[in-house]
């Protein structure tokens, strides 16, 4: 069975800085990983995915996650967060049973 | 469609009375999933739909909840005897199937109220 451990339920960070939210997951199998971002009162969005290619993978609004089987994490990062960042952020496993497993989410707060 | 369309996307019912939420996948798209989401809370996988058939139910909270879908295409999921524990936003994704690296297409949910 999978699942995923999203470390951070809340991040702080100031406008211009880096973004770092934290992603590990468990899964039997070799997995798919994906980030979706969740603007207030919005539909989910894909931001990026990772499907055994390249390890670093880019994904929109200059969002970028590694995966790192070794440490089973696939982080999401972006080099200077915007005050249009601030959402909530899943980080989302899936394998070969088809199943979708969800993290609990991480807000990001963007301070100006 | 479009996109995955989910109705309707408000409901207000009283506690004790069934309700049911539609969802209309993206056209092709065999697998179907609904979630719950529960203010503050992340997304809790209820039921996952491998065209009509339903390989995992393991989310399904209670034998109140239940879902069905017809044609390959569109979903039904129904709450019977509604409970103030059951509002939230229930959310309908698609994809192509059974490919696990795909990604999933959200509808924009049905916030469901119990009074």
């Known amino acids: 069975a999978q699942s995923v451990t999203q470390l951070d339920s809340h991040v702080s960070v100031s406008e211009g800085t880096p973004v770092l939210l934290r992603c590990n997951y468990s899964?039997?199998?070799?997995?798919?990983l994906f980030w979706y971002v969740q603007h207030p009162n919005k539909g989910l969005q894909l931001l990026l995915k990772?499907?055994?290619?390249?390890?670093l993978v880019k994904g929109i609004n200059g969002f970028e996650a590694e995966f790192k089987k070794s440490e089973t994490s696939f982080h999401l990062t972006k080099p200077s967060a915007h005050m249009s960042d601030a959402a909530e952020y899943f980080c989302v496993v899936s394998a070969s049973d088809d199943k979708i497993i969800f993290g609990k989410g991480t807000r990001l707060h963007i301070l100006p | 469609g479009a996109g995955v369309s989910q109705s309707p996307s408000n409901k207000v019912t009283e506690k004790g009375k069934d309700v049911e939420l539609r969802c209309d996948p993206i056209s092709g798209h065999t697998a179907l999933y609904w979630y719950r989401q529960s203010l503050g809370q992340g997304l809790e996988f209820l039921i996952y739909?491998?065209?009509?058939?339903?390989?995992?139910k393991s989310g399904l909270p209670s034998d109140r909840f239940s879902a069905e879908r017809t044609g390959g295409s569109v979903s039904t999921l129904t709450i019977q005897r509604t409970q103030q524990e059951d509002s939230a936003v229930y959310l309908c994704?698609?994809?192509?199937?059974?490919?696990?690296?795909?990604?999933?297409?959200f509808g924009q949910g049905t916030r469901l109220t119990v009074v």
């Open positions: 899964s039997s199998y070799s997995p798919s």
């Open positions: 994704a698609s994809r192509t199937g059974p490919r696990e690296n795909t990604e999933a297409f």
């Open positions: 990772y499907t055994s290619a390249a390890t």
């Open positions: 739909f491998q065209g009509n058939s339903a390989p995992d």
